[in-house]
């Protein structure tokens, strides 16, 4: 089972939008709706951020948010703040065979 | 709140096996939550190793399946990996996390690195 694509990096600026794309297959983020996105900042472990698609825990600011389209997940931040540099990992349910499959991994940056 | 900390060797040597513990404390490992562990390899992304129910149901990574187990231990309150037949692949960060991949994966332990050498 191959890593979820996404892309290496993506920037912009304080106050912008940015979205970051997490391509599966059909066996994975397009058959199913468990799809999460974490966070992780240098030295300290990954924080959940988004689940089950579009799912916010308590405590993460509205301003992040996921979405799906067919084999595709999203997850974007608007209003970019600072403290949002930080990698960005997407995580699907892929089957009773693979279980689950992360990708591989996109760093934000805060221009 | 629920806080999880794992504890075991940083060195292990090849083709032995890798064995660590998470401390559940904050809340039980009896809980209708799936006990998960996920490993970061040096420089590279995150890696979904396998997961555990309460009541013995466990789920592996397929590239894992024939050198890995995952139990919990309900009188300890804990959860635990063990990994045969290491190599220095098997190097990594070493996370242990609540939840399953239906309702995400939180809180997550501080993460122990694990080095695999002779």
């Known amino acids: 089972q191959s890593a979820l694509t996404q892309p290496r990096s993506v920037s912009g600026s304080p106050g912008q939008s940015v979205t970051i794309s997490c391509t599966g297959t059909?066996?994975?983020?397009?058959?199913?709706?468990?799809v999460s996105w974490y966070q992780e900042h240098p030295g300290k472990a990954p924080k959940l951020i988004i689940y089950?698609?579009?799912k916010r825990p308590s405590g993460v600011p509205d301003r992040f948010s996921g979405s799906k389209s067919g084999n595709t997940a999203s997850l974007t931040i608007s209003g970019l703040q600072a403290e949002d540099e930080a990698d960005y990992y997407c995580c699907s349910y892929a089957g009773t065979y693979t279980f689950g499959v992360f990708g591989t991994g996109t760093k934000v940056t805060v221009l | 709140q629920v806080q999880l900390q794992e504890s075991g060797p940083g060195l292990v040597k090849p083709s032995g096996t890798l064995s660590l513990t998470c401390a559940v404390s904050?809340?039980?490992?009896?809980?209708?939550?799936?006990w998960t562990w996920v490993r970061q390899s040096p420089g590279k992304g995150l890696e979904w190793i396998g997961e555990?129910?309460?009541?013995?149901?466990?789920n592996y990574n397929p590239s894992l399946r024939s050198r890995l187990t995952i139990s919990i231990d309900r009188s300890k309150n804990q959860f635990s990996l063990k990994l045969s037949s290491v190599t220095a692949a098997d190097t990594a960060v070493y996370y242990c996390?609540?939840?399953?991949?239906?309702?995400?994966?939180?809180?997550w332990g501080q993460g122990t690195l694990v080095i695999v050498s002779s």
């Open positions: 089950d698609v579009t």
């Open positions: 059909s066996s994975d983020v397009g058959g199913y709706n468990y």
């Open positions: 555990a129910y309460p009541t013995g149901s466990t």
């Open positions: 904050g809340g039980s490992v009896s809980s209708s939550n799936w």
């Open positions: 996390v609540r939840g399953g991949l239906w309702d995400g994966f939180d809180p």
